[in-house]
């Protein structure tokens, strides 16, 4: 796990908004940077899935066909596909063995026999780079909670005879139509 963007591309989507500035970051900084982590945390959660490059040891349950769709993506290389205790070599679309995709292990001469918990994957996926538009939606999620922190919780605010309605939501549609793009699916 760790932050999906940086105080700096926070603190310059703050400076775009009027009456607000650098100064946030020097009074702010820590604030924002502990929402970073957070909220970068909760986007993991929300999609389902590792988004930053890591080692994975995974199992799933063998459904008799010769794909596998795994849980984190995209996968960047692979050490180790075995069946029921048997590794299966290294492959491709002509040769017998395992290939990959960005999102699946593919078998050539060989099936995910049907068991339970009976196929062991270790792989290494997710991005290296935060892609750019995950990086613009996380950044704006942060700015979003940031500005709400004076009204969490409240609905409506009565000031001198006139009423401010805040919005009560998860995300942004723009932020989740991102999200959902990097959202898990159910293995295939």
Same mark, same amino acid.
């Given at each position: 796990?760790?932050? &999906?963007?940086?105080?700096?591309?926070?603190?310059?989507?703050?400076?775009?908004?009027?009456?607000?500035?650098? %100064?946030?970051?020097?009074?702010?900084?820590? =604030?924002?940077?502990?929402?970073?982590?957070?909220?970068?945390?909760?986007?993991?959660?929300?999609?389902?899935?590792? &988004?930053? &490059?890591?080692?994975?040891?995974?199992? @799933?349950?063998?459904?008799?066909?010769?794909?596998?769709?795994?849980?984190?993506?995209?996968?960047?290389?692979?050490?180790?596909?075995?069946?029921?205790?048997?590794?299966?070599?290294?492959?491709?679309?002509?040769?017998?063995? +395992? @290939?990959?995709?960005?999102?699946?292990? %593919?078998?050539?001469? +060989?099936?995910?026999?049907?068991?339970?918990?009976?196929?062991?994957?270790?792989?290494?996926?997710?991005? =290296?780079?935060?892609?750019?538009?995950?990086?613009?939606?996380?950044?704006?999620?942060?700015?979003?909670?940031?500005?709400?922190?004076?009204?969490?919780?409240?609905?409506?605010?009565?000031?001198?005879?006139?009423?401010?309605? @805040?919005?009560?939501?998860?995300?942004?549609?723009?932020?989740?139509?991102?999200?959902?793009?990097?959202?898990?699916?159910?293995?295939?």
């Amino acid at each position: 796990m760790g932050d &999906l963007t940086t105080l700096a591309d926070v603190a310059a989507r703050l400076e775009q908004e009027p009456g607000q500035g650098a %100064l946030i970051v020097d009074t702010d900084g820590v =604030e924002i940077g502990r929402l970073i982590t957070a909220i970068s945390a909760e986007v993991e959660a929300w999609t389902g899935r590792q &988004l930053l &490059l890591q080692t994975f040891d995974e199992t @799933y349950d063998g459904r008799g066909s010769t794909r596998l769709m795994l849980r984190n993506w995209p996968i960047a290389t692979v050490s180790l596909v075995s069946i029921n205790g048997q590794t299966i070599p290294a492959g491709s679309t002509v040769q017998a063995g +395992w @290939y990959h995709d960005a999102k699946r292990i %593919l078998l050539n001469g +060989w099936r995910f026999l049907p068991g339970a918990a009976n196929v062991r994957i270790v792989y290494d996926a997710g991005f =290296e780079v935060v892609p750019a538009n995950l990086r613009r939606a996380v950044t704006e999620l942060v700015a979003v909670r940031y500005r709400e922190r004076p009204h969490t919780g409240v609905a409506s605010q009565t000031l001198a005879q006139q009423t401010t309605s @805040y919005l009560d939501q998860d995300m942004p549609p723009d932020v989740q139509r991102v999200l959902d793009g990097f959202r898990r699916v159910a293995p295939v």
